[in-house]
């Protein structure tokens, strides 16, 4: 009996988190401007506007643009500030390591007006480009987080090691740092590319004349809502867990090779 | 053993009569923290040199120079009579095996012990093969090759690490304090077969550790560091049969240490003519008990406060005038706490030092 309840309660958690899920795929289905179930006509229109329509391209490739930069500079700054608060002992740094969080706490939608008045200040027009530092200053953080867990257990004994067994500067770094640092760099990149990728409250601020995906969504919704919006949202959803899996079977195979 | 691909070049060849490695006023210091001063030793191929030194005493400092991890702020050091201060790590022919082992965790017991071999371009056959040798030399059998290093226990981690510097084919061999971490019993099994170990390949190895017994097991000279200095260097029976300080004395393990003024001991009131001021060291199995209290024997009164059987001998802890003393005894010895006896021993038995 114990059992039955507990695959009960295991399929009603699902339920209660694929539902919303679910409806927005059935949304995506009607012809109708307003979300409304049962639908009087089954339909795949909005998914041919989709792909036929220009626009639906360009949002893609500008919150594209931004969540690969971000990732890209979020990992390389991330890694090095990590490995400064994990490596070394140096005057300043659990305050260093506390100060670096903050930006987490801070509401994205002030934080975003605060750096939309820093731009006009310094007289930068905000575009994409800005918009990546926007993110930056509230990603990197997290990242930097995520990389450090990897780096507390690591004995940089390892790398004097390496040194001393004959390896070159390069070769540490190849053969023992980053293989190391490759599951916190890959779970941090991953972490930083979908925080880019899904942002409305900074991208909003900063992007000026840009339009991201999720701003689009968001002033679609609000005023002018299609089921182009849904479709949208489910190919969005679809494309990430496809991505997600091919992720996990190439680790895995690279794994299986490596081994 | 020594394969020939991996010997060394012409220059780093051994020369009769020149010290593997000669240490030259070397001296470190972190901002106005002086951790070495002026250390100058030379060390003689194939020989097993152990420094000893209390913690912060600058043993590791040194052993980082030695290997090329650290810069010395001044002072050479010569390989066989070739400048190395400023060679980088893994230009020498060096190996160290790490405090913490330092093993890659990532990585297999058989990817450890091949990693020298790998960072000199060898063909994963050969050095395959080679790691498999080096793990039945270690006594841990090839079929440990595969296993994840996280995975081993305490001496066989040892033996991975030690395995990973032999692979390199050192010419001279760093032992950070390898076996503090281990139980009694694996620690004196791995000192006995690093010996053996150091004898049968010939080579010269450099150790450090706080204990001066693992020194003495192992070592053809032990080098005494205090402070950043190297207070004392001798053969293991020098070192303890005529320390040149209290401070040697004392790192020997449990001695009598007395104070001498004007030919006495003022502790314990007794002459000890013809001995100028400073101290004499007195071996806990140097002094002699006569249970009673007959007064007229030579020596003076103590009273036994504890008695420690230790298998082969038996210790007390003594109450006399100079304060608690200690003793060492045959271990038939019978005699109980609370007994009063009086102490005596042979004046060439107290050893002088002057501070």
């Known amino acids: ?259 | 053993m020594i394969a020939a691909d991996l010997s060394m070049t012409q220059d780093s060849r051994p020369v009769l009569g020149q010290a593997a490695l000669s240490l030259q006023g070397l001296s470190r210091s972190f901002g106005s923290l002086q951790a070495l001063s002026s250390v100058s030793l030379d060390i003689e191929e194939g020989e097993f040199f152990t420094i000893v030194g209390p913690s912060g005493s600058g043993k590791t400092t040194l052993l980082r120079i030695l290997a090329g991890l650290d810069q010395p702020t001044e002072g050479q050091l010569l390989l066989r009579g070739r400048d190395i201060t400023r060679l980088a790590p893994n230009k020498r022919p060096t190996a160290m095996v790490f405090q913490s082992l330092a093993l890659f965790d990532h990585r297999t017991v058989g990817e450890n012990v091949g990693f020298a071999l790998k960072m000199r371009g060898i063909a994963k056959a050969k050095r395959d093969a080679r790691a498999r040798e080096l793990l039945e030399l270690v006594r841990l059998g090839a079929e440990y090759f595969d296993k994840p290093v996280t995975q081993c226990s305490g001496g066989e981690r040892q033996r991975v690490a030690l395995a990973r510097v032999l692979a390199s084919e050192p010419e001279i061999l760093f032992f950070d304090e390898p076996l503090s971490a281990l139980d009694y019993r694996l620690r004196k099994t791995l000192e006995v077969e690093l010996r053996a170990l150091q004898k049968r390949t010939g080579r010269t190895f450099v150790y450090i550790t706080h204990s001066l017994e693992e020194a003495m097991v192992m070592s053809d000279r032990i080098g005494i560091m205090r402070d950043g200095q190297l207070v004392q260097v001798g053969s293991p029976a020098e070192i303890y049969g005529r320390p040149d300080s209290r401070f040697v004395a004392s790192f020997m393990g449990e001695v009598n240490i007395l104070k001498v003024a004007e030919g006495r001991l003022p502790e314990l009131d007794l002459p000890l003519p013809g001995t100028p001021d400073g101290y004499v060291v007195l071996r806990p199995e140097a002094l002699r008990l006569e249970e009673g209290t007959e007064t007229g024997a030579p020596g003076f009164a103590a009273r036994v406060a504890e008695v420690f059987r230790l298998g082969s001998r038996v210790q007390l802890h003594l109450e006399s005038p100079a304060g608690l003393m200690i003793a060492e005894l045959p271990a038939e010895t019978q005699i109980r706490p609370g007994a009063t006896a009086r102490v005596s021993f042979a004046p060439e038995a107290a050893h002088w030092v002057a501070e």
């Open chain 1, 1 to 259: 009996m114990p059992r039955l309840l507990r695959s009960l309660w295991l399929t009603l958690i699902l339920a209660l988190l694929y539902m919303p899920i679910l409806s927005v795929v059935l949304a995506s289905l009607a012809n109708t401007r307003y979300m409304r179930f049962p639908h009087r006509t089954w339909s795949v229109g909005a998914y041919t506007d989709t792909f036929s329509q220009q626009e639906t391209l360009t949002l893609h490739l500008v919150s594209l643009k931004v969540a690969l930069c971000v990732t890209l500079f979020s990992v390389i700054l991330g890694a090095l500030g990590a490995m400064a608060f994990a490596r070394y002992d140096w005057r300043g740094r659990s305050i260093y390591q506390k100060a670096v969080v903050l930006p987490i706490f801070f509401p994205q939608p002030v934080l975003g007006l605060a750096l939309l008045m820093f731009y006009s200040a310094l007289g930068i027009p905000p575009s994409w480009k800005t918009a990546i530092f926007a993110h930056m200053v509230w990603i990197l953080p997290i990242v930097t987080l995520v990389i450090s867990i990897r780096l507390f257990g690591y004995d940089p004994a390892q790398e004097d090691a390496a040194r001393d067994l004959g390896a070159s500067r390069w070769q540490v770094l190849r053969e023992v740092t980053l293989p190391h640092l490759a599951p916190g760099l890959i779970s941090g990149g991953l972490f930083a590319f979908l925080l880019s990728w899904s942002n409305l409250p900074l991208s909003i601020f900063t992007t000026g004349a840009d339009t991201t995906l999720p701003e689009w969504l968001f002033s679609r919704v609000a005023t002018n809502y299609a089921p182009v919006v849904s479709a949208i949202a489910v190919i969005g959803t679809f494309a990430s867990v496809i991505l997600g899996v091919l992720v996990l079977l190439g680790l895995r195979l690279s794994r299986a090779r490596a081994g």
